[in-house]
């Protein structure tokens, strides 16, 4: 399972970000949020959503054996075992794994797809990649 | 906090540099609701009546409301507020954008500004780290430029609003701009925060909002979403945004054409919505949260000038710096958007402000020595970019415009003032209201002179006659309490207006919020117990029985529209009269339009009668009493 990502859709609105750490949280606060959205502004004028794409080179890069993919193809943190080091934050190629100051262990997608029921735009949808459960 | 609020207020003394971090005045928000009510609040509690908007003694304060990051729909506004230094009056702007939520999640709720720096500044809010940091180099440069700017230097994730050199240079129409393009234009912010030498605000925050039931609010948001997410309105909104309106408001007869001449723009075609999106559209942009995205991200491609990127133009541009300058392509329109936003001009009263200096040109009144050698024809982007430049640097007879069209007639005399297109020295929005005798009453009364933004009755008029102004007040008078309420809530109105959301709808997230438990009877009473307490301060600081303030320009009962739908119709002076009699025995204010001791006191606000008391303008009793109820519910169509 995954999220397919229409760049030129998304309006920077962040409702993605906002329902993401409701979700997970049950909290207000995007800063919280599992995914984030660049935006390139005055020029060229353009929003990207970036989403995990499931590379596994935060699980490869743990100290901790804390990150590990679940049966939908979702890199799962283990939030007792993770000492918040940091290194799976570098060696993310998307810039897709948070920290925030509240929280001892990094945020990462568990593709629960709260995002894409509420974009409007169709900027991200779920996307079931070949058939995965 | 689990009430929506952030929790802190901070004072910022711009004189001694002071920033003092105080609890949120909680019952205060209780009491205003918070944005344009608690703003009204305090200004008519710290400013002096006697003091210069643009001296040190006014204040200048930004508010993010409650609901404002809260989760709920189109739930990102932040509304500004000081004396306006264009009416002289209670002056509040809004915008959506960013950063009304951002403050909130650095854990802040409102700022407010006293005094008066020396040298150009900043704040810049990170989280807990508050500062005032220079602005020098910052100083002169464009209000989209400085954003640029300051997020080279900061980072990209703060958010920031900024003035350009408009308003430094005293131009009393000046906006505050975020996010490239989202403005508080009207009232004349801008002005007043570069008064303060005040040249930008950051915010950077990453705290948590605590409301009194999240699962309740998230449930009925999420309702909301879903819902409207198939509304048959969504689709129009999100590929035009307000630019729809355009092509719309032609024909129905309502669009000012050449400074209001006539309300029938027969070049329309060439600059409305389609022409937007086919001509100039980069991406759909939205404001916080919202899933509208009315924002339209737009370039302005024209031979021999640069390209330059801008948000918009939305309606209210499209008709004041389009049909009402004659305009004939939207990449003109457009690109006097762009100007208008870098030099940090509001595109309303800057669009009104065009057109009345066209009109003077036309009538000989202004000529071409006058504009070091240029002219000023209908349709003319060069001709309008050298106004442009001429009035913000306020070079020659640039400065006489540099106050608005009330201002400027003034000092070109010869009967201008007849087609001044302002009410209390604030220019029109983008409707013709002679034959919409509801939109000539909203902008007769607005407390902040001529704006749509109070009371919008367009289709009202239409719905209910637009020849006859029988009821017409009530209808106003309710408008004029639901509309500001959006603007102390810290939310947007489009949601209410076009995809039916309804007050109850609004009310209930508020409680979800706050836990309050209140009414939408008692948002609409605190909405005019606002409306009432910036009608006091507005008389107490201009010191006149309030009718005398409350008349169009000439042109709107002497002049009938010229040509279209609307041809040879238009108001009386009669009419005028008697809807603003109407209007005030609605309210419970006397024939002079002063509000009465029994209204006042009726809202709990009774102080300000003895205050006008003093003065002599507290309004005779009325005999039989004030109505029970003010205004009278009304759910204006869509469109």
Redesign the interface.
């Given at each position: 399972m995954r999220i397919k990502v229409n760049r030129?859709n998304c309006?920077?609105?962040?409702?993605c970000r906002?329902?993401c750490a409701?979700r997970h949280?049950?909290?207000?606060?995007?800063?919280?949020a599992a995914l984030r959205i660049e935006?390139k502004?005055?020029?060229?004028?353009?929003?990207r959503p970036v989403v995990c794409s499931q590379c596994g080179k935060c699980a490869e890069v743990c100290p901790e054996n804390a990150i590990s993919q679940n049966d939908i193809g979702a890199y799962i943190v283990d939030k007792e075992k993770c000492i918040n080091c940091g290194e799976c934050v570098a060696a993310c190629p998307l810039g897709v794994v948070f920290q925030?100051?509240?929280l001892d262990h990094v945020i990462i997608c568990d593709f629960c797809m709260e995002c894409t029921r509420?974009?409007?735009?169709d900027a991200i949808v779920k996307w079931d990649k070949g058939g995965a459960k | 906090m689990n009430n929506g609020l952030a929790g802190i207020t901070l004072r910022v003394n711009l004189t001694t540099g002071e920033i003092r971090r105080l609890p949120t005045d909680e019952e205060l928000f209780r009491r205003c609701y918070g944005g344009r009510g608690v703003i009204a609040e305090i200004l008519y509690d710290e400013v002096p009546r006697d003091a210069d908007p643009l001296g040190p003694e006014n204040v200048f304060i930004m508010n993010a409301g409650i609901m404002s990051g809260c989760f709920i729909p189109a739930g990102a506004k932040i509304e500004f507020g000081s004396i306006s230094p264009l009416t002289n009056g209670h002056g509040d702007s809004n915008m959506g954008g960013h950063l009304g939520p951002e403050l909130k999640y650095a854990g802040y709720d409102m700022v407010i500004f006293t005094g008066m720096s020396a040298k150009p500044v900043f704040l810049y809010i990170d989280n807990d780290t508050v500062e005032l940091r220079d602005a020098s180099r910052y100083w002169g440069m464009g209000a989209l430029d400085c954003e640029v700017q300051l997020k080279k230097d900061l980072s990209e994730d703060f958010q920031i609003a900024t003035i350009g050199p408009a308003a430094e240079n005293g131009i009393l129409f000046s906006c505050i701009s975020h996010d490239y393009g989202r403005q508080a234009g009207r009232t004349g912010q801008g002005t007043v925060m570069a008064s303060k030498k005040l040249k930008a605000i950051a915010v950077r925050g990453n705290r948590s909002l605590r409301v009194h039931d999240l699962d309740a609010l998230t449930k009925q948001v999420s309702d909301v979403i879903f819902r409207t997410q198939n509304h048959p309105n969504m689709e129009p909104w999100q590929k035009y945004g307000t630019a729809f309106f355009l092509r719309w408001s032609n024909d129905n007869g309502v669009m000012p054409t050449r400074n209001f001449q006539t309300t029938h723009y027969e070049h329309i075609d060439k600059i409305d919505g389609d022409q937007l999106i086919e001509k100039c559209l980069i991406t759909h942009k939205a404001c916080f949260g919202c899933w509208m995205n009315c924002g339209k991200y737009t370039k302005a491609v024209i031979p021999g000038k640069p390209e330059v990127h801008l948000e918009g133009p939305e309606y209210e541009t499209g008709a004041l710096c389009g049909a009402n300058i004659g305009m004939m392509d939207i990449n003109h329109v457009a690109y006097i958007n762009w100007m208008l936003d870098n030099a940090g001009m509001d595109t309303m009263s800057g669009g009104g402000v065009i057109a009345f200096a066209m009109e003077c040109f036309e009538k000989g009144f202004i000529t071409e020595k006058d504009l070091e050698g240029h002219t000023l024809e209908w349709g003319s982007i060069d001709d309008v970019e050298h106004f442009v430049d001429m009035v913000t640097h306020r070079r020659g007879i640039g400065d006489w415009f540099a106050g608005g069209t009330k201002r400027a007639a003034q000092k070109i005399g010869k009967g201008s003032e007849k087609f001044a297109m302002q009410v209390k020295g604030q220019e029109m929005s983008g409707y013709d209201g002679r034959w919409a005798p509801g939109m000539m009453l909203s902008y007769m009364t607005a407390d902040i002179g001529a704006h749509h933004n109070r009371s919008w009755t367009i289709t009202v008029d239409m719905a209910e006659g637009r020849e006859k102004i029988e009821g017409r007040a009530k209808i106003v008078v309710y408008l004029q309490h639901v509309r500001p309420l959006f603007d102390s809530l810290c939310v947007c109105r489009l949601f209410w207006g076009e995809l039916d959301i309804t007050p109850e709808d609004i009310i209930a997230s508020l409680n979800h919020i706050t836990g309050w438990n209140v009414s939408v009877a008692d948002a609409l009473r605190t909405s005019e117990r606002t409306w009432n307490l910036t009608r006091c301060h507005y008389l107490e600081r201009n010191k006149a029985a309030g009718r005398t303030f409350d008349y169009p320009p000439a042109r709107s009962w002497e002049d009938k529209i010229l040509s279209g739908p609307g041809k040879g119709k238009g108001v009386t002076k009669e009419q005028v009269e008697q809807m603003l009699d109407d209007y005030y025995a609605a309210r419970g204010w006397d024939k002079k339009g002063n509000p009465t001791r029994e209204i006042l006191e009726d809202l709990g606000i009774g102080f300000a009668a003895e205050n006008l008391k003093k003065i002599g303008l507290l309004g005779e009793p009325i005999p039989g009493g004030i109505p029970p109820v003010r205004g009278e519910r009304y759910k204006p169509k869509a469109f």
């Open positions: 030129d309006t920077g609105c962040h409702l906002q329902v409701i949280y049950n909290e207000i606060n995007p800063k919280k935006a502004f005055p020029d060229p004028g353009k929003y925030h100051p509240d509420v974009c409007n735009t | -």
